[in-house]
């Protein structure tokens, strides 16, 4: 305590003593940051650098703030080369730039004298293999650069619209355009703002008139109003003029709508006339049926005084004269005839694609009898040749009016049409119908977007192959060799046998004869893995793992791990699956060490935790940040302390780490939600779950004795097994 009083009469912060109090706990020698020109958060760097054993003096200097202070530090943790940063000319947020980029591999410490932000788009788009350097030196900023890479990254050819003056969000609305093979000359212009962009290119999109509001002097709103009434059919000329604003054009379009409802919906009252009392026609509710009515018995009206009483009720569509011509025969059997009939419409049918390609659901694996998949004969996906014609738009139909009984009109419903296909590797011709291939390569239709994408085909990988590097997908027709390597942006086909090789696939992997690992080969996808087989091999997919067997081989899976068909082996080795495990048989009664594990496993629980840790972290920072704050505050009068550089300082970090707080905080929720929805993993065995295999439920563990056809589950703080 006296030590405490001391420090406090020579002008120590209690966040500063408490920075060297926790350093003498530790064990640490505090003396390398125990200097009151230190902020407190300074301290607290140099603290947690020498807990790590890190060379702090590279970062212990007066000269660096403590956010500079916090990316040297985390540099020298991940191993980097931090003198390519470590330089207090530099602001934190783009040493940040250039440690995210070591740390993938990329080095921007070239260009470090750029903005954080544009650093970043650079990051991002050496990371995805595009280049936007020209654009940097021709002066684009940062949200008109991430437009530009993002269309790079789509394969978009986004140059010959590209204007200066143009912001992000504009550039944004052109690429979704030209992702469509829209014609976006028809907006992409300086008058218009983004927005007004937007609503072009919706109706575009639609196979609307756009022409009628592709005006600047339009809002957008406006422009809205007149694109929903072209989307609905509606007579637009009456409310598209410039002197009706969003509000009136809406109120106006939604009133078209009630009076088309009430059109399409027509109904009539019943109608009568009299022929001398001897009969009576009515006519339905509806408008659709003409009855005739004989009031007394024996006695049946003429047809000539039928045929004057349907003249006088404006009945004169859809008479049924062979009806009326019976009662010259004689009394009919019935006292309520129908001797009119009014026309249906009929509506118009909706638009529709024709795919000259094999699409998704054509491309599923053929189950075998015994319910394992034939991973051999699947053709997992289709090719495009350049100009090859790959879909057909066929139009929507207008349909045909019909009428009541009185000869009303009923309109038909104008058939749907369908948006414009979004996508990439393909052009709209000006038929606005025809759609063809650009590129050769896979082709491939996912929700509701075409795309055409770079592949290589590769007769086979051998150690003379050595490494693929592609920003595609990768086709091997034969067997992939021992010690070669397949990195792929896209996904990874191989049709023969995997040996102990490295496939990377940031889409999914396709093994057709499977993998034979030798306990040294891995695979790692972004998608799912599927393959006939896997022995002693290391497989980790952030969707699903697919396999007819598996032995002693290491899967992890995001989402589940399936072993199909009746004989569905999983034994030896370890597999873990976020949301279940789905076999035939488990274990083999060898013995044969075999560990399961769904749900949330120790490695998501550490993730939570760690997400805690941060979290605390970032809430004591921001308590030494708020206590200078309020320190400064204090001490200064407005006029100097809204000029002094420290204090301008600390405002922002404050502002900084209450952001990296919320975002921390949005992650962990988004990661607890995924531990929430795995609480209700199970282990399913069709067959028989051998003794001994371990098996782990949620953090429970539980040794299987033999039983067959169950489902393991968490149940409380015990497993249950439950018969299927």
């Known amino acids: ?119 970043r788009e650079l990051r991002e788009a050496m990371h995805s293999r595009v280049n936007i350097v020209k654009y940097i030196k021709e002066g684009y900023g940062t949200e008109q650069l991430k437009q530009i890479r993002l269309a790079l990254e789509k394969g978009v050819e986004i140059d010959p619209y590209l204007v200066r003056e143009f912001r992000g969000p504009s550039i944004g609305e052109i690429c979704a355009g030209l992702e469509r093979s829209l014609d976006v000359s028809l907006y992409a212009k300086i008058e218009y703002s983004w927005q007004q962009m937007r609503e072009i290119r919706l109706g575009l999109e639609s196979r609307v008139d756009v022409s009628q509001y592709a005006n600047s002097f339009y809002g957008w709103q406006q422009m809205r109003e007149i694109r929903l009434g072209l989307m609905e059919g509606l007579p637009v000329d009456i409310y598209r003029s410039l002197m009706y604003t969003a509000s009136d054009m809406k109120r106006m379009r939604e009133k078209l709508m009630r009076a088309g409802q009430e059109e399409e919906n027509l109904r009539e009252t019943a109608l009568s006339a009299s022929g001398n009392g001897d009969f009576e026609i009515t006519v339905s509710a509806d408008g659709m049926s003409a009855y005739l009515h004989i009031n007394e018995e024996g006695k049946v009206p003429a047809p000539e005084a039928v045929r004057k009483a349907l003249a006088d009720s404006g009945i004169t569509v859809g008479i049924l004269e062979e009806e009326i011509q019976k009662l010259s025969d004689g009394v009919p059997e019935k006292k309520k005839l129908v001797i009119a009939r009014g ?62 009984v009185t000869g009303k009109r009923i309109p038909a419903k104008h058939g749907k049409q369908q948006n414009v296909l979004a996508g990439r590797g393909f052009i709209l011709l000006p038929d606005k119908k025809t759609y063809l291939a650009v590129m050769s390569g896979k082709i491939e239709l ?83 893995v599927n393959g006939q087989f896997f022995e002693a091999a290391r497989v980790s997919a ?138 209700e993993a199970a282990a399913v065995i069709h067959g028989t779950l051998y003794e001994g295999v371990e098996t782990e439920v949620n953090g429970i563990v539980w040794y299987a004795r033999e039983v067959s056809n169950v489902t393991v589950k968490r149940a409380g703080e015990r497993i249950a097994v439950f018969k299927n």
């Open 1 to 119: 305590m006296q030590e405490r009083k001391k420090m406090l009469a020579q002008g120590y912060t209690l966040d500063q003593i408490h920075e060297i109090e926790q350093g003498q706990r530790d064990g640490l020698n505090p003396a390398l940051y125990a200097d009151r020109t230190y902020f407190a958060i300074q301290m607290r760097q140099i603290r947690l650098g020498l807990m790590e054993g890190l060379p702090v003096e590279l970062y212990a200097k007066p000269d660096y703030d403590w956010f500079q202070m916090e990316e040297i530090r985390l540099g020298l943790s991940a191993g980097i080369d931090v003198d390519k940063y470590a330089d207090a000319e530099i602001p934190y947020d783009v040493m940040r730039q250039v440690r995210l980029g070591l740390m993938e591999g990329v080095d921007l410490s070239a260009y470090r004298k750029l903005p954080a932000g544009i650093l």
């Open 343 to 404: 026309v249906l419409p009929r509506d118009g049918k909706d638009g529709w694609y024709e795919y000259f390609f094999r699409t998704g659901a054509q491309l599923r694996p053929k189950l075998l009898p015994d319910g394992s998949v034939d991973y051999q004969n699947t053709q997992w996906f289709e090719t495009a040749g350049q100009g090859q014609k790959i879909a057909f738009y066929h139009e929507a139909s207008a349909g045909t009016s019909g009428c009541t």
């Open 446 to 528: 996912r929700d509701g977007r075409l795309e055409i994408t770079k592949m290589l085909i590769l007769d086979e990988m051998t150690l003379a192959s050595g490494k693929v590097d592609f920003d595609g997908s990768v086709y091997i027709k034969g067997n992939v060799g021992t010690g070669t390597v397949i990195k792929a942006v896209g996904d990874v086909y191989v049709d023969g046998f995997v040996e102990a090789a490295v496939i990377e696939s940031g889409g999914s992997v396709f093994l057709g004869q499977g993998m034979n690992a030798c306990g040294q080969g891995t695979v790692r996808a972004a998608g799912d």
């Open 542 to 679: 952030a969707g699903s793992i697919q396999a007819n067997y598996c032995l002693g081989s290491v899967l992890s899976a995001g989402a589940k791990v399936i072993i199909r068909g009746r004989h569905g082996i999983l034994a030896g080795g370890e597999t873990s699956a976020f949301y279940g495990i789905d076999v035939y048989e488990a274990g083999n009664r060898a013995g044969l060490k075999t560990v399961l594990k769904v749900g949330v496993t120790e490695a998501v629980s550490r993730g939570i935790k760690n997400f805690d840790r941060k979290l605390e972290e970032i809430n004591s920072e921001l308590r030494i940040l708020r206590n200078g704050y309020a320190d400064l505050y204090q001490k200064y009068p407005p006029e100097i302390r809204n000029a002094l550089p420290l204090f301008l300082k600390v405002e922002s970090a404050i502002y900084t780490k209450e952001k990296q707080y919320e975002e921390l905080l949005l992650q962990k929720g988004e990661l607890e939600e995924r531990a929430e929805r795995a609480k």
